[in-house]
């Protein structure tokens, strides 16, 4: 467990563009897929509005069905950008493989693995050899420990790498997957990597994202990242865990108090780390 | 689910002696397994110096192996009861069977339901029938539905049900359990029944207590239980988890500004509940 | 994991009236619930007829909801009993507490101890005191040495203990839990206790049971429980899982040559055993 | 889940050479890297003496760490595939990524893909454009579906497809993974596409392969794959869960009688599957 302890202090000033990813709280949002123009710049207008700066949004998507729309590829990753860099904004998208990397790389500010290719280790060596900043989102049932090797094929080349939190495989049906944040508080005892938690594809659901999103930001969390859709009953993707534009901005106000405390601590003393005692008791 | 539905309202005012559980953030705390007068006494003369006001101790331990410390039983029982009454604060300790009910009873103010018994319907009946208040742990693997339907036992004779997660089973061999924050959301939304978080049981580490302590308070817990002893390393039961008391001194003091934001926008809006969406779109 | 090297051998020779539960392929079959008796009758005697020697039903059911049917009671056992002895047949039937031990005890053959009740620590030390056998599900997560050190609570007093593996908790929702077959398999090397294996509650469906009943048999279970019903479309619990008369004969006819062949080779090298490796290599 | 169901029947005659995989118990054995000339043929020499006819061994090994011996390359699929074809034998290696699809079709009879790859949707589609036969393992975490909507993305333009258990996460630390047989027949009831059980990556540990290689004969399944090495304490990878010659001879020998009594079978009325119940009943 000495490799990632090495790696501690690489990171710390993550920044991309003017945002310094390490320090506050950063909200990525956005819809699951790109759908058509209007879509995505109402999204990102409406969200600018609210201080968010980072643009989400899917051009190729991994589907779990080869029957399900697959996404617009790189007339998606136009319009993202475009509608990003009209408000100001950054951008974040999935790069599903060695191929497409570079048209993505093209397009794109911070490039994001799914779980399905956390190990996927080709990609992870493809990514460590170009600068794009990467998000590694955790494996459907990774441990901790798998999901920090995981990035260690990319910092072998690429120090700028962003671990993302998305919930693991569990037996209850009332949640997509279950969100793991004693997993979040461990990344950030392990590893000075950013943790981003993406509450949308952990929970599945919208009604108990806004009590996380505290939490998220209690804990120590880097940020967070959530779907946002301007009409969520008609997304073509998920659409059942997207917020809507009212949701959004009631959500950020929601959280708004929260961080605030957090960035009047954080001069101080935030965060508290305990020791840890060694298993030597019964 | 109309079930717990119905019952909502019903414990909005939870309170044991001056203690409204259903307000403020709670903390239960003291050692995993009462050992001798003197380790009691001075965890609650520790615990109470610092505001908390529930003291937690097993006299009666479920063990996974037949050769492992029992427990002191009802000695166990009077240290605890004397220890809290002798610094005014309330006890919470486990309740094993219907056999030694009347004589936890007598001791206890809040009966413990290991996570062992959740599904233990005789001793769930027996408790229905009783009127002290009933913490309930959730299963090892039981789902959200199946915690409240078990609570749903108690609940046809006694409506003071506090519910504890404690964390679920996984594949992580990094965590004791995986704690599952999503899932108290889940029962907030679902109960208005109080909810507790364990998180020496759940984390069963020391290092990554105080982020998720300050994840309870923003999630909106109604409080958490954290083990605490004298000399960690001397416990006669899980030491590796539990707290020294220099430990829970900074961990009370760094959940305090937490606790104090809460308090001032619970009087306004706290918590923000988003609507849930319908299951309809792709 | 000495304790129950320690204990192997004692059960060589399990028996209970005419049958040897060490010795061959046992098939315990019968309803889910008694119901009636015109139905646990025509079960007995269907499943008489085809050579099944041991009569499964509930009588005490143990509920995830306290609204669901709760089981007959005494009069069940009363009824499982009658049927059983008209047909010479041995009963198995679940015991829920210390309370009704007696009682049950006073009916039944088997007394069986459900998942829920794996770690009800009371109930397994009263069953140690008293000297019925003892057939112990494995709790819905347990893990392999817990379900050991579990049985190691009754063996304290009785040595009359079966297994019962019933799948555990997946996140598979194909299959009501997943059957754990490897870990049949290392019951049989961990210990000597008899080990049956629980197809009906394990998949929650019939249309696999005969491949896996057919794998039970080749993997040196002692043998295997199924749920059979006269009419499952009607049963009062748990009918999507429960076999039809004519399911029954056909399964029972499906394993007989499987159960042939290990009687032939059993006298003579069977089963194989090949050396356990020690965790040396990378 | 019309979708396989439209298959079935495809490859109820899929043939390699002259090996059906659709008839039978297939073994595919050998070492988890392939590390030298003399090991490889040693081992394909002593197998193909047993009756073995696919030679398996790793050449590009996708590793949790990067710092892990990543196999020997091209010079590995050589090595595999000279001795493979000196003993007449079939061969089956991972193929890990689009890039290296080519040189390892090149050399190679049967392309694995690995757990870690089970949603790789770019390889899979790679692989529906050309003609080799894909052996797909199910993902660490996936479910029965997922499994067999990975596999219709193969089927998109190649039939050929196996599909091959190996093994889910879970939460007991006694073996590797959980062995799912019940998937296994599960998979068999759903589709047509030969299934084979990789015994050593589910269990990690050699004492428990011969009980589950026989259940995994009278289940049905199409073949079994297991990890053998020369001096498996020597093994580069996995050697705690290797098989020596000695313990293949003995787990081949074991198998041998099982084998016989399907074939047997087989031509008659193997297997037998009951009707499935519908959920109707409480």
Redesign the interface.
């Given at each position: 467990m000495a490799?990632y302890g090495a790696r501690k202090g690489y990171n710390a000033g993550l920044s991309i563009g003017e945002v310094n990813l390490s320090r506050g709280f950063h909200v990525m949002a956005g819809p699951c897929s790109v759908e058509s123009e209007e879509q995505v710049h109402r999204t990102a207008e409406h969200l600018a509005g609210r201080g968010v700066r980072i643009l989400r949004g899917g051009a190729f998507k991994?589907?779990?069905?080869?029957?399900?729309?697959q996404g617009l590829g790189e007339p998606g990753l136009k319009l993202l950008s475009d509608a990003a860099a009209r408000m100001g904004m950054l951008t974040v998208s999935e790069v599903?493989?060695?191929?497409?990397l570079p048209l993505v790389a093209g397009y794109i500010d911070i490039l994001q693995v799914g779980a399905?290719?956390m190990?996927?280790?080709?990609?992870l060596k493809a990514l460590a050899k170009q600068s794009k900043p990467v998000l590694l989102k955790r494996?459907?049932?990774?441990?901790?420990?798998?999901f920090l090797?995981?990035a260690?094929?990319v910092l072998?080349g690429n120090e700028r790498v962003i671990l993302c939190e998305r919930?693991?495989?569990?037996?209850?049906?009332?949640?997509r997957n279950?969100?793991?944040?004693?997993?979040v508080?461990?990344l950030?005892?392990m590893s000075h990597l950013p943790v981003i938690v993406d509450l949308s594809h952990?929970?599945g659901?919208?009604?108990?994202?806004?009590?996380?999103a505290?939490?998220?930001?209690?804990?120590?969390a880097e940020g967070m990242m959530v779907e946002v859709h301007p009409e969520?009953?008609?997304?073509?993707?998920?659409?059942?865990?997207?917020?809507s534009f009212d949701?959004a901005s009631?959500?950020l106000a929601?959280i708004t108090?929260?961080v605030a405390?957090r960035a009047k601590?954080q001069a101080d003393r935030f965060?508290?780390?305990?020791?840890?005692?060694?298993?030597?008791?019964?």
């Open positions: 490799l991994p589907r779990t069905s080869p029957y399900s729309f599903m493989d060695v191929e497409t399905r290719n190990q996927n280790y080709s990609l494996g459907m049932a990774a441990t901790i420990e798998e090797l995981a260690e094929y072998q919930g693991v495989r569990s037996f209850d049906p009332l949640t279950m969100l793991d944040l004693s997993g508080a461990l950030r005892e952990s929970t659901r919208t009604d108990i994202i806004a009590p996380l505290r939490a998220c930001v209690a804990l120590g969520p009953a008609a997304a073509l993707c998920d659409g059942v865990q997207a917020l949701d009631r959500l929601d108090p929260w405390l601590l965060p508290l780390s305990l020791p840890k005692r060694n298993a030597t008791a019964g």
